[in-house]
């Protein structure tokens, strides 16, 4: 719902409301937290802190930088027109787009049979295999780059590429930290 209200003052002022802005923001960081300690990643066994600020301790960071100015017109067309390659993309990847409620099935994505093999594999070996890691990250920094474009919070648009930026496993399973931008 805010989102709605960022758009229409984005429309008129070319600016995004700074508390909601803010707020938005948080609300991303908290669930890539939840996705980093759950099945978006397993890269920590440190159960999320429910908090909208970022907890410099937490292995999982977001952070997003506040646009002094975005464009008017672009915000028109950017989160759904420009936006469909990369969700058409991103929905194979990640299993959002195959089956459905009506279906009755989902199929899992390729990030989520990826996620479910380092289950095991940390299971048996307390090791996250790194080239698995690496996709997964590289993934999830994709699907959090187009979220902040959708939701209004840019108007640089997102690449296509998985950008693993040296991403490492620990062999406790702990991951390295990353800071969207």
Known sequence: MLTVVAFFAILFTGRYPRWIFDFNVGVLRWAWRVAFYGYGALGTDRYPPFTLKDVPDYPAH??????????????????????????????????GG????????????????????????????????????????????????????VFLMTDRYPPFRLDTCGATAEPDGAAATWQGR
Request: aromatic share 12%; hydrophobic share 55%.
């Open 62 to 95: 977001l952070e997003v930088d506040y646009p002094e100015r975005l464009s008017r017109g672009l915000v028109l067309v950017k989160w759904w027109l420009l936006a469909i390659p990369h969700y058409l993309v991103i929905s194979l990847l990640t299993g």
């Open 98 to 149: 195959i089956g459905g409620d009506d279906a009755g099935w989902h199929a899992p994505g390729l990030v989520g049979v990826l996620v479910l093999i380092a289950a095991i594999a940390l299971l048996f070996t307390r090791r996250y295999p790194p080239g698995i890691f690496g996709f997964v990250m590289g993934m999830n920094r994709w699907v959090l780059r187009v979220a902040g474009y």
